[in-house]
């Protein structure tokens, strides 16, 4: 790879992160802190991030739109695929019963899984679609804000 390649690819990682934390989600970049955040109480929404178009151009903006509204998890916490490796592989690991996918969205409840909106529910869909998804499954876990 040449080294133009490798600076395009931190400024899209960059403003990937950039996106979703000003959003309103909390980076876990490690393991530890998947194990901390996960397991706790409550609803969490976890994005699972990626340098991906369908990641760009559906996923982040689903993200930001979805938890403006009545009811939504008590935690928004985001991993990197591919960037976050060790905190990425933590958090799929409790998502039973689902293939590793990125982008996509886990809605955890005390630790464990509820739901997921998986890429192939995000690619070739538009983000209102995805954000109709997330929403349906606040109304039916999460609790109005």
């Known amino acids: 790879m040449s080294m133009d390649f490798n600076l395009f690819m931190n400024d899209v990682v960059k403003q990937a992160r950039k ?27 976890v994005m699972v991030n990626s340098v991906c178009g369908c990641a760009g151009g559906i996923a982040r903006p689903a993200a930001a739109h979805a938890i403006h509204y009545d009811k939504r998890p008590d935690n928004l916490v985001t991993v990197f695929a591919g960037q976050d490796k060790e905190a990425t592989a933590r958090a799929r690991e409790l998502f039973t019963g689902y293939p590793p996918s990125s982008p996509s969205f886990a809605l955890l409840k005390d630790g ?30 999460c609790k109005e804000i």
Do not use: C
């Not at 934390?21 to 929404?45: D, F, H, M, Q, R």
């Not at 509820?114 to 209102?128: F, L």
């Open 19 to 45: 996106e979703i934390v000003a959003a309103g989600y909390t980076e876990l970049k490690t393991a530890e802190e998947v194990n901390e955040t996960l397991n706790s109480k409550g609803t969490t929404l």
């Open 112 to 141: 464990k899984i509820i739901t997921m909106v998986e890429r192939h529910e995000i690619e070739g869909h538009d983000p209102m679609s995805v954000v109709a998804k997330l929403q349906s499954a606040f109304d039916e876990h």
